[in-house]
């Protein structure tokens, strides 16, 4: 059976108070971004959420664009309307990546063995692969095996010095069996990695059940602190090398977690402890991607 995200089908499988409770599903939209910017200005409540079997123009981070073929993926948007300062809006993107981790490792430690489960062996989603554990990539990058899984895009709608709506973009790799030659080294997808299709409106589910609590966590101490122990378990850079790319210098340092407010704290080689921001910087591993 084809699987297709209706909303019937996530009314049906929500389990949530408030997230994705006005719910618009589009077959084919430009960006889901672009459509909750658009539902926020006009009002739409928070939890407000849009998902898109097809993306024309989807947006990834610092203007690239974000590949979105039909019915093999999840893109998905929700608005958020936290009552916070906007400098500490960029702490909701490690609260989605937090809850995207979250969702996707227990689903797949739900799944059956690999072995167990029949799939094409003509197909990568049919690789024998056990459950490899979904990690994060500072800052909101999922990973599972070394590759990129998820990517998570902030958009934050500044009115009169104040938030307006906070949109969080949300593209998953569900069941797409191969990717274009530029990102094939780098990403990867639920169904190469777990061996079998997942049905995607489960996934959007768990997501936001995940994100619902989590949100509601950061907003008792409108930081990180209640999350800090779930997303530092699922860092992957924790203690290990790694580059750090900004504007004026690239250097080697060692990562030691993350601070309640989301920036990295690294160790440069002369034993400096430093935090490094996510908006001025971006981190590899010393010898790849992670
Ligand atoms: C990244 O570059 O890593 C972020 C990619 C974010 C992609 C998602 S797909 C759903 C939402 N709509 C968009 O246009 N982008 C985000």
């Given at each position: 059976m084809k699987d297709r995200i209706t909303k019937e089908r996530l009314e049906h499988l929500l389990r949530t108070k408030w997230a994705g409770r006005n719910l618009f599903c589009y077959e084919e939209t430009d960006s889901t971004n672009l459509r909750i910017k658009q539902l926020g200005n006009e009002g739409a409540p928070h939890g407000t959420l849009a998902v898109a079997e097809q993306q024309t123009a989807g947006r990834g981070r610092r203007g690239r664009s974000w590949e979105s073929p039909a019915g093999c993926s999840i893109y998905m948007s929700i608005l958020l309307r936290p009552?916070?300062?906007?400098?500490?809006?960029?702490?909701?993107?490690?609260?989605?990546?937090?809850?995207?981790?979250?969702?996707?490792?227990?689903?797949?430690?739900?799944?059956?063995?690999a072995k167990d489960v029949s799939v094409p062996t003509d197909d990568a989603c049919g690789k024998d692969t056990g459950k490899p554990r979904v990690q994060i990539k500072w800052p909101n990058d999922i990973i599972i095996n070394g590759k990129k899984l998820v990517g998570i895009l902030t958009e934050m709608n500044l009115q009169s010095g104040e938030i307006g709506g906070v949109t969080v973009g949300i593209g998953i790799n569900v069941n797409i069996s191969a990717f274009p030659d530029e990102i094939k080294d780098t990403a990867t997808s639920l169904c190469i990695e777990y061996g079998h299709p997942m049905e995607r409106a489960e996934i959007i589910a768990a997501v936001l059940e995940r994100l619902e609590v989590n949100y509601e966590i950061?907003?008792?101490?409108?930081?990180?602190?209640?999350?800090?122990?779930?997303?530092?378990?699922?860092?992957?850079?924790?203690?290990?090398?790694?580059?750090?790319?900004?504007?004026?210098?690239?250097?080697?340092?060692?990562?030691?977690?993350?601070?309640?407010?989301?920036?990295?704290?690294?160790?440069?080689?002369?034993?400096?402890?430093?935090?490094?921001?996510?908006?001025?910087?971006?981190?590899?591993?010393?010898?790849?991607?992670?």
């Amino acid at each position: 059976m084809k699987d297709r995200i209706t909303k019937e089908r996530l009314e049906h499988l929500l389990r949530t108070k408030w997230a994705g409770r006005n719910l618009f599903c589009y077959e084919e939209t430009d960006s889901t971004n672009l459509r909750i910017k658009q539902l926020g200005n006009e009002g739409a409540p928070h939890g407000t959420l849009a998902v898109a079997e097809q993306q024309t123009a989807g947006r990834g981070r610092r203007g690239r664009s974000w590949e979105s073929p039909a019915g093999c993926s999840i893109y998905m948007s929700i608005l958020l309307r936290p009552d916070i300062e906007p400098d500490k809006a960029p702490m909701l993107t490690l609260v989605a990546a937090c809850s995207v981790a979250e969702a996707l490792d227990r689903a797949g430690a739900q799944l059956p063995d690999a072995k167990d489960v029949s799939v094409p062996t003509d197909d990568a989603c049919g690789k024998d692969t056990g459950k490899p554990r979904v990690q994060i990539k500072w800052p909101n990058d999922i990973i599972i095996n070394g590759k990129k899984l998820v990517g998570i895009l902030t958009e934050m709608n500044l009115q009169s010095g104040e938030i307006g709506g906070v949109t969080v973009g949300i593209g998953i790799n569900v069941n797409i069996s191969a990717f274009p030659d530029e990102i094939k080294d780098t990403a990867t997808s639920l169904c190469i990695e777990y061996g079998h299709p997942m049905e995607r409106a489960e996934i959007i589910a768990a997501v936001l059940e995940r994100l619902e609590v989590n949100y509601e966590i950061f907003m008792r101490t409108k930081d990180l602190t209640g999350l800090m122990d779930t997303y530092s378990s699922m860092l992957v850079n924790k203690d290990r090398d790694v580059l750090i790319l900004g504007a004026q210098e690239q250097y080697q340092a060692h990562a030691l977690g993350i601070t309640p407010t989301g920036e990295l704290l690294v160790r440069r080689e002369d034993g400096t402890v430093e935090e490094v921001y996510a908006g001025e910087v971006s981190v590899r591993g010393v010898y790849g991607y992670v």
